[in-house]
């Protein structure tokens, strides 16, 4: 009978992800030199990330798609990949005003694994199925599965579910030719090769894999009406800092002083969007929200129209 281990040792020694790399006597350099190490391997994140591009950029027009119709989104992972899902999805309401159901992070082991390691909650296959049906993943919507092995059980699983159920299903792996990838309907393998400490994708591939999910998120947003020119107009000012943001990005946007800003925020309830629209147009703020909802929030559109009716 051949042994499951003897056959995942083979399996890994096959991965970029698990190979020892050129630092083989780290434990012989100084601090110094220990510093130097991990910025050069850190250097190489970005062009790895770069050479997938175009699947970042098929992937975006597909969830855009998506979310355009009512879908939502779901990133799903196990360990530092889960967190990652878990970390970018939670940022969206407060930085994009979107609703917290829009995009929602699912991590193998639940919401304990976000802080602690859950025993063999990876190895799951049935969590991962369990997860898909749970959330009603269906065909309006995307599945994120992330893994930089590429191999994870449970996201593996979880894809083959959620396209089954003719969801568009996106893998975010680091090694060429995954599982996940061969799974899914866009393939986002960002190979960082060998980490620092070898086996270590808490490091490069955690880096790659924030900065695929920032696109995928990011990118999204400004597509679905969320970003004028550089500005995130749909912010929810939830803090003392975000609050300053929110009249310098009315003052930016619009040329307005200070206490103009401040004036026209608390006309809109504090919503950005609007009070650039109730500025530049001098319009009340039903009149903002009206144009505003004919044009799918889309601000640069409303400006226009705005414009055009005067």
């Known amino acids: 009978m051949a042994d499951p281990l003897a056959q995942l040792r083979e399996v890994l020694s096959g991965m970029q992800t698990e190979a020892v790399g050129a630092y083989g006597d780290l434990d012989t350099m100084s601090t110094a030199e220990l510093v130097g190490?991990?910025?050069?391997?850190?250097?190489?994140?970005p062009a790895a990330v770069a050479a997938c591009s175009d699947e970042i950029a098929a992937a975006v027009d597909g969830i855009v798609a998506r979310l355009r119709d009512g879908g939502?989104?779901?990133?799903?992972?196990?360990g530092t990949a889960g967190r990652m899902g878990v970390l970018d999805a939670s940022e969206l309401p407060?930085?994009?005003?979107?609703?917290?159901?829009?995009?929602?992070?699912?991590?193998?082991?639940?919401?304990?694994?976000?802080?602690?390691?859950?025993?063999?909650?990876e190895d799951d296959r049935e969590a991962g199925v369990t997860a898909v049906v749970e959330h009603g993943v269906s065909a309006g919507d995307v599945l994120v599965g992330v893994s930089a092995s590429g191999r994870t059980p449970y996201v593996l699983a979880a894809l083959e579910t959620a396209a089954d159920r003719g969801a568009l299903t996106i893998a975010v792996a680091n090694n060429p030719g995954s599982a996940i990838g061969a799974a899914s309907d866009i393939a986002i393998e960002a190979v960082v090769g060998p980490e620092l400490v070898s086996g270590s994708t808490r490091l490069n591939a955690g880096t790659a894999q924030k900065l695929v999910l920032n696109a995928l998120s990011t990118l999204s947003m400004i597509q679905l009406g969320k970003v004028y020119g550089a500005l995130m107009v749909d912010l929810r000012a939830t803090?003392?800092?975000?609050r300053a943001?929110?009249?310098?990005?009315?003052m930016a946007a619009t040329g307005a002083s200070a206490a103009d800003a401040t004036r026209v925020l608390r006309a809109a309830d504090g919503w950005v969007k609007a009070a650039i629209l109730m500025h530049e147009a001098s319009c009340s703020l039903p009149e903002a929200a009206r144009l505003l909802e004919?044009?799918?929030?889309?601000?640069?559109?409303?400006?226009?129209?705005a414009a055009a009716g005067r």
């Open 94 to 121: 407060p930085t994009f005003g979107v609703a917290p159901e829009l995009v929602s992070g699912i991590i193998a082991g639940g919401e304990p694994a976000i802080r602690s390691a859950i025993e063999n909650a």
């Open 294 to 305: 004919d044009h799918s929030g889309d601000l640069r559109a409303a400006l226009a129209a």
């Open 245 to 250: 943001r929110s009249e310098r990005t009315v």
């Open 239 to 242: 803090n003392e800092k975000l």
């Open 72 to 78: 939502r989104m779901f990133y799903i992972g196990a």
């Open 37 to 45: 190490a991990m910025n050069r391997a850190n250097a190489e994140v």
